[in-house]
């Protein structure tokens, strides 16, 4: 009876994920892709250990899946929707593998697969994907270690040096570990040699990203210290109010607060795997509150810590019978989805709404492949496709006119206008005339462009104004040797 019961579950979990996935899909396969996703599939180009803004795993993934189906965006976000069905599986194991029931198991994961935050990165090529799943295969890995499974801490260290490979807050995992293991159950593991190898292999993961920084300058680490600190270090309460806030809405209100009671009351202390969930959840959320505090934060920094925080909310309100609550977070999850990826039908054109920034999630999005048209026609009046070559010192046109043109490594060039490298193409693919003409897309005034290349051709501009107040407007130059 116990196993009918826990095939069904699995089944009806496997079930929901299948039609989460081809939903994400359909909706992932008719936007074009965002300047970072293209920038990443751009990188994809020239596999390396190491990138300008991030480190390689994204990239690996993207030129994988460039390999098996294509650039189309569906293609390429099929990286988001995997990642994010897998992790929500390991949802589904992790829970099981703690002792829980089949159905409260399925529960768990439906409800991590239908959180704000996976509804959104879900049918995203993003670096968070990647971090989630091997966040999430490092927490399985870490239960099974300590539940005496020692050839587990050996996944452990793969999963958490291909982590750092995906991004560099994986990092917390070292906390989070190192606390779960002063559990009274756990810390004979301390000197055991478990811990130990695990780090070593994934110091050993992560050493080739470490030596690429090296040798290029710590670009990478360079940008990670500037995105965190912003404009200054400096105490900015409202600036952690506001990250805490967010925190509600994308982890759904129902399961945070659940998760907040469920800390107050001390209901915690009960079980080791409640401790486990603590350290996985607490220690992320902190160390992101306290950067808000002093400089800034996005609310998908923390997001490693919603798994562990799902499995203890949902845990809490299965066990205490508060169903109805259970449904509401779920009747959450499923209209944010409903909004988010139907809002222009469902909302904004029965309500007679112009696309604008303000009634358009998506609108970052929307310009560009009015970019890639514009671009395409200047270029088939002066040249063969075979010998494309685009140039700007914007990194976002060059990104999007890589995925858009599908132009091959080393023909969108970086023009380094500051004399400084400033990003990916400026640094591999310095703008030059040696293989033939280039179209340099800018905004610099015509003095400027034409003190760097006196030889320059103006062209008609390019402007793209589908949603009108996020115009994007380029000059347009053909530059020739001299």
Not at 16 to 27: I, K, S
Not at 334 to 351: D, S
Request: hydrophobic share 50%; charged share 10%.
């Amino acid at each position: 009876m116990a196993r009918t019961q826990s095939l069904k579950s699995l089944g009806l979990l496997l079930t929901v994920l299948t039609l989460l996935g081809v939903w994400r899909w359909w909706v992932a396969h008719g936007l074009p892709l965002s300047v970072d996703e293209a920038y990443y599939y751009a990188w994809s180009l020239s596999p390396d250990w190491g990138y300008w803004t991030k480190p390689p795993l994204i990239a690996w993934a993207i030129g994988g899946a460039d390999a098996l189906c294509g650039s189309s965006p569906g293609c390429v976000r099929s990286v988001g929707v995997l990642s994010f069905s897998v992790t929500s599986l390991l949802v589904y194991g992790l829970s099981r593998s703690m002792g829980l029931g089949a159905t409260q198991s399925a529960a768990t994961s439906i409800g991590f697969a239908t959180l704000p935050l996976t509804t959104f990165y879900g049918t995203v090529a993003s670096t968070d994907a990647m971090l989630l799943l091997c966040w999430m295969l490092c927490m399985t890995c870490l239960w099974l270690a300590l539940s005496g499974r020692p050839l587990a801490w050996l996944g452990l260290g793969l999963f958490a040096g291909l982590g750092l490979l995906a991004k560099y807050s994986m990092a917390v995992l070292g906390l989070c570990v190192a606390l779960a293991m002063l559990h009274p159950d756990w810390r004979r593991q301390w000197r055991q040699p478990g811990p130990y190898v695990a780090a070593l292999v994934a110091l050993a993961v992560f050493a080739p990203n470490l030596w690429w920084n090296f040798t290029h300058g710590m670009p990478t680490l360079q940008h990670t210290a500037e995105i965190s600190r912003g404009a200054s270090y400096s105490l900015k309460p409202e600036v952690m109010l506001v990250f805490l806030s967010e925190q509600w809405l994308v982890g759904n209100v129902v399961l945070v607060s659940a998760f907040v009671v469920w800390l107050v009351r001390g209901h915690w202390r009960e079980y080791p795997r409640h401790w486990f969930l603590i350290c996985f959840s607490v220690p992320m959320l902190a160390v992101i509150s306290m950067q808000a505090l002093i400089s800034r934060a996005h609310a998908n920094w923390a997001a490693p810590a919603h798994a562990a925080l799902t499995l203890a909310a949902v845990g809490w309100l299965w066990q205490s019978r508060r169903y109805v609550w259970l449904g509401l977070a779920l009747g959450f999850n499923l209209l944010f989805a409903v909004l988010l990826y139907h809002g222009q039908t469902l909302v904004r054109e029965p309500l007679g709404l112009s696309a604008s920034s303000r009634t358009d999630p998506y609108w970052a999005l929307r310009n560009w492949p009015g970019v890639h048209a514009q671009a395409r026609h200047l270029l088939e009046q002066k040249s063969p496709s075979t010998a494309w070559r685009v140039a700007s010192d914007d990194r976002a046109v060059l990104a999007q006119l890589q995925w858009g043109l599908k132009l091959p490594a080393g023909a969108a060039m970086g023009w380094r206008r500051q004399g400084v490298a400033t990003n990916h193409f400026d640094q591999r693919f310095e703008l030059t005339l040696k293989h033939g003409p280039v179209l340099l897309l800018t905004r610099a005034a015509d003095q400027e462009v034409l003190a760097a290349f006196s030889d320059a051709q103006k062209l008609p501009s390019i402007r793209s104004a589908l949603i009108e107040n996020k115009a994007i407007e380029f000059n347009a130059w053909w530059l020739t040797a001299p």
